[in-house]
């Protein structure tokens, strides 16, 4: 899963931002897709538990581990080291939640700046969650583009750009 930086062109738009990395978009795309879907509103932002449930409804599945684990005890070391290709993360900037994307060898893609960052440069880090392509449910109608359509977007046909 090859992934490029997508900032975010909002106060409240890491996780669309990061959502665009996953699916290999833009974020005017992906902010779009993701108020059609009912997913994003401009009273609630975007939630995290609410975008890892629709990118599951994408064929996406994710593996995550929390700072406390289920006894309630502070997992040790921590955060852990990538185990695999793509990392959906919350962590802390200043006193506010935020979305990163941590790539296979620990560089973080954070939708604030486009500087490589790592986990450790954070104030805390929450979770991190694997995301692996495991293909659309077929009981649940596909909201988010298709590869073909982010080909399509990406490579659009001669006769709809401006060059003559």
């Not at 975010?8 to 699916?23: F, K, R, S, T």
């Not at 006193?95 to 990163?100: A, E, L, M, T």
Request: net charge negative; proline share 8%; with cysteine.
């Amino acid at each position: 899963m090859i992934t490029r930086w997508i900032g975010q062109e909002d106060p409240n738009g890491c996780l669309v931002a990061c959502a665009a990395m996953i699916l290999g978009t833009d974020f005017a795309y992906m902010d779009a897709t993701l108020r059609k879907a009912g997913v994003r509103n401009d009273a609630e932002g975007l939630a995290q538990n609410r975008l890892e449930n629709w990118l599951a409804e994408q064929g996406f599945a994710l593996q995550q581990v929390m700072i406390f684990g289920v006894e309630n005890r502070r997992r040790e070391p921590w955060p852990p080291l990538p185990w695999a290709d793509l990392h959906l993360c919350n962590v802390h900037v200043t006193q506010n939640y935020h979305g990163v994307i941590m790539l296979a060898d620990g560089t973080v893609l954070d939708p604030l700046g486009p500087e490589p960052r790592k986990l450790r440069d954070y104030r805390a880090v929450n979770s991190v969650a694997g995301v692996y392509r495991v293909g659309r449910f077929p009981c649940c109608p596909a909201t988010g583009p298709t590869a073909d359509e982010i080909r399509a977007a990406e490579n659009p046909p001669a006769h709809l750009t401006d060059a003559d």
